[in-house]
Antibody, heavy 121, light 107 residues
């Protein structure tokens, strides 16, 4: 069965960076994309960006351009999301989600369990 | 950028039909996807490409999309359907956009 297992909760200080991992299993990793979506406490879903696990192409939300980097390691079927220059409003649960396309973000058919990132001094 | 508008809340009695709308400019020309999120859990895809259901999603869940409104319909609502529901679209100009979410309350 398809599973996306994310790394554990993180507490960071403002200005620091965080890197969240998402290990995929149960499907051919390079035949799909991975998107990252975050959810601030009590708020809705915010799309952060997408990476094709097939060729590494990325597309980031304009709001996060310059602060976010998404990568994949096909040898371990793991996707990573790094967010830099953290601010208090980056406090959120971060989800990875599988996109059934290697070309565009589209929609998301399986989700990770979420990783809480808390930014606090 | 493209905006999707959902009502903040919808209430329905058990056994009745719930309709959750998602408004957007000419949304009928885009593919709409719907997610269910229960408290403390990750979202779950319930409808994709306007009206397709993933395996494991009950037939009670259906979707439609035309003009400026897409609709998620839940028939014979059960207590377990109580959750937040989000619509989502993608296109080449706006990338991925989520609606603000609708809290479905089962009375």
């Amino acid at each position: 069965q398809v599973q996306l297992v994310q790394s554990g909760a993180e507490v960071k200080k403002p200005g620091a960076s965080v890197k969240v991992s998402c290990k995929a299993s149960g499907y051919t990793f390079t035949s799909y994309g991975i998107s990252w979506v975050r959810q601030a406490p009590g708020q809705g879903l915010e799309w952060m960006g997408w990476i094709s696990a097939y060729n590494g192409n990325t597309n980031y939300a304009q709001k996060l351009q310059g602060r976010v980097t998404m990568t994949t390691d096909t040898s371990t079927s793991t996707a990573y999301m790094e967010l830099r220059s953290l601010r208090s409003d980056d406090t959120a649960v971060y989800y990875c989600a599988r996109a059934p396309s290697i070309a565009v973000a589209g929609h998301f058919d399986y989700w990770g369990q979420g990783t809480l990132v808390t930014v606090s001094s | 950028s493209y905006v999707l508008t959902q009502p903040p809340s919808v209430s329905v009695a058990p056994g009745k039909t719930a309709r959750i709308t998602c408004g957007g400019n000419n949304i009928g020309s885009k593919s709409v996807h719907w997610y269910q999120q229960k408290p403390g859990q990750a979202p779950v895809l319930v409808i994709y490409y306007d009206s397709d259901r993933p395996s494991g999603i009950p037939e009670r869940f259906s979707g439609s999309n035309s003009g400026n409104t897409a609709t998620l319909t839940i028939s014979r609502v059960e207590a377990g359907d109580e959750a937040d529901y989000y619509c989502q679209v993608w296109d080449s100009s706006s990338d991925v956009v989520f609606g603000g979410g609708t809290k479905l309350t089962v009375l």
